[in-house]
């Protein structure tokens, strides 16, 4: 990625690794989710300015009749299944550029359509192991953190009965049980997630092997070198975490330097052109929405490049560890020296005497 540095194929690269992450994706929807809401809670907590030239927000849901529920419950269903069906599409994309950024680290070669095209079989036989995984993982979600979340609901309505001045500590003892359990469960499923990447993944990329037979060959080796696999899975969550707080520090620096200075020339921009008359304050509002798509693209190839780097040293770190145990993991990273045939090269013999010269004498 950095030698020698080329910009595209830096950012081609770490896209296709940042894809591979799960928090990658939840930074790509969560973040602008939050910008809507915040933009919208804006406009309903300004009456007469931002509120659609509304004196009062419109009343949510002040009444609804019988077909209005019904409506409501089909129009609820579709975006559950769209929701869902964008979900396992996400989660075959996820699989298949796992094996592409690991065929990309193993064979250092930066054809990202090749080495996604060599992958197609294998890529379903991981999908369905890591759908059904995700399954267990929310059934046991629901079956444990579930009945806190009903707790804390009650909860929370009785307290939003009593007024502003309820007793807030009811409300906190049912918050963190859930939370408690809901933090577990997560560092369970993100233990998961590095053992199905790191461990059963490579022996489904090089032999094909079976989800049977990559998960035997993790257990043999959990067996015989437990020590190693925790502290490099312990040693995985650390450095990325430090590398990732690193680099999101420095692009959180970048970004409010430029936001500043953003706001500085909107600022000048605003006092020069915002009394000029409609046209110019047109022109200022295209500027100013420029200006914030401008920030916005950062901001997303920040992240990428982020998690994206992030992303190419765990799976490098992760063949290097797995490919010291795992033989035909191990010679594609560092090729073993092809054995030169011996030949023996016998002694040349003494020259024979000449013709007209008498034998020797023993």
């Known amino acids: 990625m950095a030698a020698p540095f080329r910009p595209g194929f ?23 989710m939050q910008g809507v809401q915040m933009a ?13 030239g509304l004196a009062n927000p419109i009343p949510v849901f002040p009444g609804v009749s019988g077909a209005a529920g019904a409506a409501m419950f089909v129009v609820f269903a579709i975006m559950l299944l769209l929701g869902l069906l964008v979900w396992v599409l996400a989660t075959y994309l996820f ?25 197609g079989r294998q890529t379903w036989r991981y999908f369905g192991m890591v759908l059904l995984a995700s399954l267990v993982f929310l059934v046991l979600l629901a079956a444990t953190a579930g009945p806190f979340l009903v707790q804390m609901l009650k909860t929370a309505a009785r307290a939003g009965a009593q007024g502003p001045g309820a007793n807030p500590f009811p409300m906190l003892g049912a918050m963190l049980p859930f939370i408690g359990i809901c933090l577990l469960l997560g560092l369970v499923w993100m233990l998961t997630d ?23 060959r993790f257990l043999g080796l959990l067996r015989e070198d437990f020590g190693s696999v925790v502290v490099y899975l312990l040693l995985r969550f650390v450095v990325a975490l430090g590398i990732s707080w690193t680099l999101m520090t420095v692009v959180f620096l970048a970004l409010a330097v430029g936001g500043m200075g953003g706001l500085a020339v909107g600022f000048g921009l605003y006092r020069a052109m915002w009394h000029g008359g409609v046209g110019l304050q047109i022109v200022f509002v295209a500027i100013v929405a420029a200006m914030a798509l401008v920030l916005i693209a950062v901001c997303l190839l920040g992240m990428t490049a982020v998690y994206g780097t992030v992303a190419v040293f765990k799976q490098s770190y992760a063949a290097y560890f797995f490919g010291s145990r795992y033989p035909g993991l191990g010679d594609l990273l560092e090729p073993p020296e092809e054995d030169l045939v011996a030949v023996r090269v016998e002694p040349p013999l003494p020259p024979l005497p000449s013709l007209n010269e008498p034998p020797p004498v023993w």
């Open 10 to 32: 830096f950012l081609k690269i770490a896209l296709v690794a940042a894809l591979t992450q799960p928090g990658f994706y939840s930074v790509i929807v969560s973040y602008p």
């Open 40 to 52: 919208a809670g804006a406009a309903i907590r300004r009456p007469g300015h931002m509120n659609f």
């Open 95 to 119: 699989c298949r550029l796992r094996f592409t950024l690991f065929d990309l680290v193993v064979y250092r070669r930066g054809k990202v359509h090749e080495a996604w095209a060599k992958y």
């Open 194 to 216: 590095a053992i199905l990447q790191d461990f059963v993944l490579p022996p489904i990329a090089i032999e094909d092997a079976s989800i049977e037979g990559s998960f035997g």
